[in-house]
């Protein structure tokens, strides 16, 4: 008789957060960075309005800071996420330079992308230990589930 395992509850539970938290960044990359003509978006055009711009940044990087614990990146990525918010915000202090930087400067982009290629690889391990499960092999699950949940 060939009994298959399945993976743990909670493994199961961080996969479908993981692919949730996934995409909000992609939405949120899109509308941030992509309004318009795929190019330019909220963020370069709240840039305009005095304060307006500096809010949005700081607020949305503190919002990928947290996406960042949800998803439990490493700490290099929190803290490129703080520098890259920061230089973002002290950039967007230089009126017309700070703005024109702004629309090449995709820190949201990059932040958000750094994110979204760690859950990749949370996703490709939950992944390939399903396939290995689905082949019979024997995992250590416990050993999964400190990897992916600390």
């Given at each position: 008789?060939?009994?298959?395992?399945?993976?743990?509850?909670?493994?199961?539970?961080?996969?479908?957060?993981?692919?949730?938290?996934?995409?909000?960044?992609?939405?949120?990359?899109?509308?941030?960075?992509?309004?318009i003509y795929d190019q330019v978006g909220l963020d370069a055009c709240l840039g305009l309005i005095p304060v307006a711009g500096g809010m949005y940044t700081g607020i949305m990087g503190i919002w990928l800071l947290s996406q960042s614990y949800k998803v439990r990146a490493d700490n290099e990525d929190k803290l490129m996420i703080v520098a890259l918010t920061f230089v973002d915000l002290v950039v967007g202090i230089v009126p017309i330079f700070g703005d024109i930087l702004d629309?090449?400067?995709?820190?949201?982009?990059?932040?958000?992308?750094?994110?979204?290629?760690?859950?990749?690889?949370?996703?490709?391990?939950?992944?390939?230990?399903?396939?290995?499960l689905n082949q019979g092999f024997d995992?250590?699950?416990?050993?999964?589930?400190?990897?992916?949940?600390?």
């Amino acid at each position: 008789m060939d009994i298959k395992k399945s993976l743990p509850v909670k493994i199961e539970a961080h996969e479908a957060s993981l692919i949730q938290t996934k995409n909000e960044i992609q939405k949120f990359i899109k509308v941030s960075e992509g309004l318009i003509y795929d190019q330019v978006g909220l963020d370069a055009c709240l840039g305009l309005i005095p304060v307006a711009g500096g809010m949005y940044t700081g607020i949305m990087g503190i919002w990928l800071l947290s996406q960042s614990y949800k998803v439990r990146a490493d700490n290099e990525d929190k803290l490129m996420i703080v520098a890259l918010t920061f230089v973002d915000l002290v950039v967007g202090i230089v009126p017309i330079f700070g703005d024109i930087l702004d629309a090449f400067l995709r820190v949201h982009a990059l932040n958000g992308n750094r994110l979204i290629t760690h859950i990749d690889k949370q996703l490709l391990l939950i992944e390939n230990t399903r396939e290995q499960l689905n082949q019979g092999f024997d995992l250590d699950l416990n050993a999964l589930e400190n990897i992916l949940l600390g």
